[in-house]
């Protein structure tokens, strides 16, 4: 007994790939025909398909094209040429994949990401000085006090006196209009 999907479908129909490859014989089109172009076809030559036809279609067009027996090119399915050199698709072509010796044990290979922490280790030493003694970097900018001796200026105060200027854009002037009497 056969174990496999049995789909139901009139005894009177050949398989899908010789309707198919007789669909595209018919047709005769110079470059080749669509999935559509063959589906009609098909229905028109043989009436009752069952109702999944387009599905079956789909899969029997994958599996030719897949197996080398048809070439889809430009959506367009013909029968492969025999005299014919192979068409290129579009981009760089693959390496060949030289043959690995007999007895050659792949390793598996990298996962993708950054790899975990691991949980015993303890973690970053502490920052340590550079030889002179300060901190890595520009220093950081001294306000100049402004006032007398020993005055503290409030926050709002110096940052205005750093610049000598108040900060944001300066307000627009407006012309005065004067009068002329005559």
Partial sequence: ??????????????????????????????????????????????????????????????????????????????????????????????????????????SPPRPKGRPPKDPNDPGKPPKALTESGRPRGRPRKMTRPTGGLGEALPASKVKAATSGRPRGRPPKVKPVFTEISA
Avoid: C
Avoid at 84 to 103: D, I, N, S, T, W
């Fill in 1 to 106: 007994m056969a174990t496999g999907v049995f789909i139901n479908k009139p005894p009177s129909l050949p398989p899908y790939p010789e309707m198919i490859l007789e669909a595209i014989e018919a047709l005769n089109e110079d470059n080749g025909s669509n999935k559509s172009s063959i589906s009609k076809y098909i229905e028109s030559t043989y009436g009752g398909l069952p109702q999944g036809h387009k599905v079956l279609l789909n899969v029997h067009l994958a599996k030719m094209r897949d197996s080398g027996v048809l070439v889809f090119w430009k959506n367009n399915y013909t029968k492969r040429d025999p005299k014919a050199p192979p068409r290129r698709g579009r981009g760089r072509p693959p390496k060949p994949k030289e043959p690995l010796p007999p007895g050659t044990v792949l």
